[in-house]
């Protein structure tokens, strides 16, 4: 069935580092592909989507391209916040059918 | 506005015990979905309901499991005769079109289930 896999956590990075965070996705129909993330004491929220190949979703310095060949979706940011520490989930959808998560990044940044 | 909002924030229950978890959605809202969030494990999906239409409840793990939506608002999952398996952070969503149409999904912030 539908799946993502993104890279196992958790990730502790300094501030100002580069961040990338992997995410795959199964290769069934044309998925629509997300970025949500959780903020501690928050709700997950939508961060960043990408509906076709190709498109570059982006948002709050966060970026995410949808590489049909290599079907993939990570998640990158050049300069991290020690405010960007949270866990991050990729997902994708196609149809009509539900939202599948990834099981989650935890980012933290240091000082 | 209001986002989703979910009641209670944190459930502790004895084993056997049935016990409802409530949803309240975004005004306006005609999707709603349930998912469950156990420790080290992604996202499960549990059950969506869109406007009128039958619910969706190929993600509901057993019998044991049942989740209804009255008037198209508000929603109550309930779970009977809880088992320590069940012990998880029950999370709602809605949006504002259904599943094809790649709209956000708005959470709420959870409810923490513990089974004793």
């Known amino acids: 069935g539908d799946s993502v896999t993104q890279m196992e956590g958790p990730v502790t990075l300094s501030e100002e580092a580069f961040l990338t965070i992997n995410c795959t996705y199964t290769a069934t129909g044309y998925p629509s592909l997300f970025w949500y993330v959780q903020y501690p004491g928050e709700g997950l929220q939508l961060l960043l989507k990408a509906t076709k190949a190709d498109d570059k979703g982006s948002n709050k310095g966060f970026e995410a391209t949808y590489r049909k060949e290599t079907t993939s979706f990570h998640l990158e940011k050049g300069s991290v916040q020690v405010s960007d520490s949270a866990v991050y989930f990729c997902a994708r959808n196609s149809g009509n059918t539900p939202l599948v998560f990834g099981k989650g990044t935890r980012l933290s940044v240091i000082a | 506005g209001a986002g989703v909002s979910q009641s209670p924030s944190n459930k502790v229950t004895e084993k056997g015990k049935d016990v409802e978890l409530r949803c309240d959605p975004i005004s306006g809202h005609t999707a709603l979905y349930w998912y469950r969030q156990s420790l080290g494990q992604g996202l499960e999906f549990l059950i969506y309901f869109q406007g009128n239409s039958a619910p969706d409840k190929s993600g509901l793990p057993s019998d044991r499991f049942s989740a209804e939506r009255t008037g198209g608002s508000v929603s109550t999952l309930t779970i009977q005769r809880t088992q320590q398996e069940d012990s998880a952070v029950y999370l709602c969503?809605?949006?504002?079109?259904?599943?094809?149409?790649?709209?956000?999904?708005?959470f709420g912030n959870g409810t923490r289930l513990t089974v004793t």
């Open positions: 969503a809605s949006s504002l079109a259904g599943q094809g149409n790649n709209s956000p999904l708005h």
